[in-house]
Every structure is written in structure tokens, then in C-alpha cells.
């Protein structure tokens, strides 16, 4: 696939999604003109870029969905939960066509009936009377001989369905990233270019033409039974970019109001004998010499070729086109400025974050080399490139970051089918959307979320009978939030319904030999099964769920992305997962420390403070499991017993203070290095079962350091003090 369309199956999508979620948004029937206003751009906009890339298909099955929506529009049709559902497929068939249109696949025998389908039921919903043209308008209109043209001109004398088209453009429209021929060939698919006169009176002189400018402009003779507006729309895509003058031929009055603007035109359109101040000029034998003028000068056979004459491919900058969101309105798309915007591969960013990785630890051998050898100046260089370094790291990582939007967005049509699917009504709720995040990591969070959504479904809220008769509205509600918190960010899936139960899900792990009839388990820890392969509670098996397979992927998925996955039930209430995730998977700040013989480093973002131990507060810890920190008292874990570190007599000097949500505790250890930029790299398999430890990194010395994972550490000793009955 080439970049242009790459760039419009991108475009396409991002229409289908803001199309599916404006169904999503008005299915409980609060439609209102700015969701309907949404549906037809989505329609509009596919249709008109299809167009350009002579999608012919894809523009005649969006053309009659977008007829249907202006009439929608225009209040003649009322969008009901029929017609939504209408939309909805239409929407995921266009998003097949669009699919095999850029890849080159022929449409498969069942699209084509769906597309044959469709087309009959939206043309059965448009109003009695109302014509078609479709089929009209995507036929794939050869531009015939000038001279055919401008005969059929001179017969159409007073002008009624023919338009005069002005066009001037900015003059860095060549960098816009849009191209005029695409355009043009669009026009023909509505109608037909009569006459298309290039305006060369702005070219200066050669040594004065910049190839990066743009000094032509073009008047336009347009037959088509297309409105004001419908030509307007044409030109939707580079309307900060050129600018119009758009009326009937037979509106003299226009062709004054123009002349006004550009005089330079007066004398053109009297040569060309389209137009005077007194009448028009349509005489066929004037016409003619004006074809013939034009073709002995600038070779003109049709309108594509005289701009492909006049503006000399060669001396202009490659055309890209970049669609991207206009920053005022979602729904709205628009056109970039090359300068602006630049679209990189995610492999490149990719191999960019590798190589800093490989800088950083190079850099940190330099300093440890600077230090040894006690060379100021290497010290001060070292310094400054490290500086350098996480400036540059910052940047490249910032790339990296998406909203969370995006994804969580198309979980609504998920939502949606699950419910129906079930006969349950939900009310889908996304909080935090402007959140940010790893792009790697949220590629790998949609699977997990979609699996406990689903069960947030099926399983938490309650059929709408079930929910009347204890005293709920009948909708149920699910929560999708997203937050940053402490280094990290936080997702939760939070469900009104009727929580765990937690006799059932101890049961059914107790048949399964999940866990034992004697064990003493805590309310946290009974939920947390839910987790275990095999484990269902579910009375029968549904397409949804029962087979007791996915929660137990969900967690190691998580696991794998170096997060965490919490459960909260409320009988009667609802139930809440709370997953927490790293912002990033690659290069983070810690703080080296040491205990023991090891080397660990703890992310920067866990850390409260460090605390050097007085002799006083040393004598206060012998034997003590917890410190008292400015009357807080908080408990703390000697590293070197939790990774089996060789133990030595006497207390520990230091104590880091860490914390995790709403828990913090003091970290034991022999030294204190201070910051260090660090590369994670995976410890392997034999760590699997250390879910303390989430990477290691290579110091400058050729050392290799442990990374903490905080938030598991403090897990780990919530769960060992639970049992322990403490």
C-alpha cells in the first residue's frame, strides 16, 4: 500500500468510527442536528476522497447513504432506531469496500449482495418522489473533445445548469499536501467540465519563480445539476487553501462582482468570449477561435491535461496527502500543512528508542569512566551529554504517547452488541479519555479490556427485570476510566451490578482444586480467583462467556506489561477492576541503591524520599518492623531479606520510602548511588517467578542492576501478612 492510501484507508476509518459512535451516542433516541451533522461529514468526506483515488464503487453506495442523511438533515426524515440500525451496517460494509478497494481485492459475492441490499433499503427510506442519481453521478465520465464541450455550451445559451467556477490558491498550496487533479477528476464524476481557462497573469518572470509557489488560478465552466453548496462541499478538503467564487453563468451581476476583485479577468473573459459587461458572449464561432487559440498556445485537450501542462510536475514538491483531525471539532477533517504534521512509521520510533537505550548505557560507562579516572573535564562533558540525552529521550518517548481515546472509543460498539446480544440495556460511560499512554502498551491493553468489559456485561449487571425488583433502574451502568497516578496510569472497569459472589466463585474454585476447603482466604483474595484458568461461575455457556477461559489471559497480559490487576466487589452494588500499567516500556528514571552484594534500581516515580540513618534512628530499628516517619508510622521490608542477600550484622543505613496507590513503606538498604537513566532489558525466563523484579539494566560499570517493581513488592507483602493473619 502507497502512503496516499494508506492515508485515506486511515481517513476512511477514522470517519467510520466517529460515524459508529454518533449511532451509538443517538440509539436511545436523543438525536440531535450535531450527531446527524456528524454522520453525513462521515459520509461526505469518504465519498469525496473515494472520489479522488476513483473508488467508483465506494462513491456510489456513500452517495446515496449520504442523500439519505441531507434529508435526515434537512428534517424530511426522521433517524429512528431502524434507520440507525441501517446506518450501522452501512457503515460496516463501506468499511469492507474500503478495505478491498486499497489493497485491490475484488469485492467478495456476499459484499456485493449486502452493497445491492443496502442500496435498495436506503433508497426505499428516502422520501416518495425524491429521484436518485447515483448512478449518474459515479458513472466514470469520459471528458470529451473541447469542441464537443463548447458546442454543448452554445446551446445551453441562458446557463441554467452551468456554473462559473473561479479557483485561486494560496500560494503554498503545493505544500498543502492536496492535489488540484483530484479535484477536477471528482467534478467530472458530478457533472462536466466545459471550459477550464488557466490564469497565468501572477507568474513572474523565470528568474524570480520560486517551484515551491503557486501563482496560477483557473476559471471554471461547470455543467452539472449539483447545488451552490454541493460545489462548495468539492472543495471541503482545501477550503483554507484556495479561495472561490462559485455562481450561475447567467448571473451577470457575478461576473461583475469578480471582475471587481480580479480586473485582470475584464479583458480575459472579453478575449475569451465568455462575458462583457453588457451580455455574454456565447457565439459558437468566437468559442471556437478561443478553443483554438488555447490549443495552439498551451497544447490544451482537456481540462486534467492543461494543469498538468502548466504546472510542470518537475519544479513541484512531491505530492503527500496528510488527513488529520481538525483540532476544533473531532468530526470535522481537514487537510495538514506539511510543515505541521509529519507522519512517521511506529518501527522507526521504535529502532530510535533502541538506539537511545544503547546511547544511555554508553553514556552512563563514560561518566563511570570520568569519575574513575577523576578527569573534571570528560566529568563536565559526560554531564552535559547525559542532560542532552534525556532531553532527547523525553522527545522521543513523547512520540510514543497516545490518548487513550481512540482505543476506548471502539469499545462502544462492543458494548452495545454485547448488551443486545443478551436483552440488557447499558449505559457506556468513558471518563479520562484524554489520558496518555505507551502506543505499544495500549495495543496490547484492547484485548484484555474487551474480554472484562464483556463479563462487566454478562456477568455484573443484572437483566433489567432482575434490577426493577431490587430496587435499580433498569439501564445498567458500566464505567471505562483512565487516570495517571504516581509514575503510572490507571484503568478501571467499574458495573453497577450485583458484584461477586463470592460463595459461588470459592465453591466452584474448591471443586476445581484451585485452592484447598481449609484454606482462610480474605474477600480480596476470593475474587482475585476469578483469575484462574478454568474458573467460571457462569450456570450455562453463552457465545459471550461460560467456558471459563480468558480472565486467567487477561491477567497474564497484564502481568506481561509489567502491570498489575486489582478486584473490588460490593454485594448488591457492582464491581470494580482496577488495572495499574507503567507508562512506558522502555526507558525509565530510577534510583540506584545497593543491598547486599546486588545492585537495584527503583523507579524514580515510586519514590517519596530517602532517608540516611542517625545512629539514634539506627538503635530506634534493631528488631523492628516499622519506622515512624514524622508520626506516620509505616512498615518496612530489608531488601536483602526479600531477595535472600547474604545477611550481615547490624541495621541497615538507608531506608527509600516508596509508595504505591494508597499504600507506602520503607525500602532497606546498605547505599544510596543516586538517579540513573535506565534501559529495561528483560531478566528472562529464569526470573519468571521473582514478580518483584520487573527488568534489569546494565550499569556503566558493565554491572548489571535488578529494576523493583514497587507496586508488586508491596503486593507481595499485603498478601504474606494476610496470611500470616497480622
Known sequence: ???????????????????????????????????????????????????????????????????????????????DSEMSTLFMEVKDVTYLMVKASINNIPFSQKLLENISKLKVELEEKMPSGKNQKSTQNTQNINIQSNENNLAHLNNNQQGSGIWH???????????????????????????????????LSNIPSFENIDPLKTYIGFEVLFESDCTHDEIVEVFEFVEDDVRLFIFKQNENEKYDELIDVYPELEALFSDEGIYEKTSIQQTNNNIQDNVEHKTNELDLISPIETIQTILEPEVIVQKQQQIVKDSEDDSVQKVAKSSSTLRVDSYK????????????????????????????????????????????????????MVQVKDSFIKFKRIVNDTAKNIGKDIDFIIEGEETELDKSVVEKLSDPLVHMLRNSIDHGVEMPSVRIENGKKPKGTVILRAYPDSGSIVIQIEDDGGGINKEAVLRKAIENNIVKKSDHLTDKEIYKLIFSAGLSTAKEISAI?????????????????????????????????????????????????????????????????????????????????????????????????????????????????VKYAN????????????????????????????????????????????????????????????????
Open 1 to 79: 500500500m502507497d502512503e496516499d492510501l494508506e492515508l485515506f484507508y486511515e481517513d476512511a476509518s477514522s470517519q467510520l468510527q466517529i460515524m459508529e459512535n454518533a449511532l451509538l451516542d443517538s440509539k436511545d433516541g436523543t438525536t440531535n442536528q450535531e450527531t446527524i451533522g456528524e454522520l453525513f461529514r462521515a459520509m461526505h468526506t469518504i465519498k469525496g476522497t473515494a472520489g479522488m483515488f476513483d473508488f467508483n464503487e465506494i462513491v456510489s453506495f456513500t452517495h446515496i447513504a449520504e442523500s439519505l442523511l441531507d434529508e435526515v438533515r434537512a428534517s424530511k426524515v426522521t433517524l
Open 165 to 199: 467556477i473561479s479557483i485561486r490558491f494560496d500560494e503554498d498550496f503545493f505544500t498543502s499536501g492536496m492535489d488540484i487533479l483530484s479535484i477536477f477528476k471528482f467534478l467530472n464524476k458530478m457533472g462536466e467540465i466545459l471550459l477550464n481557462i488557466p490564469v
Open 349 to 400: 520510533i521504535d529502532l530510535l528508542i533502541n538506539k537511545m537505550g544503547e546511547m544511555v548505557i554508553q553514556n552512563s560507562k563514560l561518566l563511570q569512566m570520568a569519575e574513575d579516572r577523576m578527569d573534571e573535564d570528560i566529568e563536565e562533558l559526560a554531564t552535559t551529554m547525559n542532560e542532552l540525552l534525556e532531553e532527547v529521550r523525553d522527545g522521543v518517548m513523547d512520540m510514543r
Open 545 to 657: 462467556s461460560g467456558r471459563g477461559v480468558g480472565m486467567d489471559v487477561v491477567k497474564r497480559n497484564i502481568e506481561d506489561l509489567r502491570g498489575i490487576i486489582d478486584v473490588d466487589s460490593v454485594s448488591g452494588k457492582g464491581s470494580k477492576i482496577t488495572i495499574r500499567l507503567p507508562l512506558t516500556l522502555a526507558v525509565i528514571d530510577g534510583f540506584l541503591v545497593q543491598a547486599g552484594e546486588t545492585k537495584y534500581i527503583i523507579p524514580l516515580n515510586d519514590i517519596v524520599e530517602c532517608l540516611e540513618l542517625t545512629q539514634e534512628y539506627k538503635e530506634k530499628l534493631k528488631d523492628s518492623s516499622t519506622i515512624n516517619l514524622r508520626n506516620e508510622i509505616l512498615p518496612l521490608i530489608d531488601i536483602r531479606k526479600e531477595f535472600n542477600e547474604k545477611i550481615f550484622n547490624g541495621i541497615r543505613e538507608n531506608i527509600v520510602i
Open 663 to 726: 499504600y507506602k513503606v520503607g525500602l532497606q538498604v546498605d547505599e544510596l548511588y543516586g538517579e540513573q537513566q535506565t534501559v529495561i532489558k528483560p531478566l528472562g525466563d529464569i526470573f519468571g517467578k521473582v514478580k518483584e523484579l520487573s527488568g534489569g539494566a546494565i550499569l556503566g560499570t558493565g554491572e548489571v542492576a535488578l529494576i523493583l517493581d514497587i507496586a508488586k513488592l508491596i503486593e507481595s507483602q499485603i498478601e504474606n501478612k494476610i496470611k500470616k493473619g497480622e
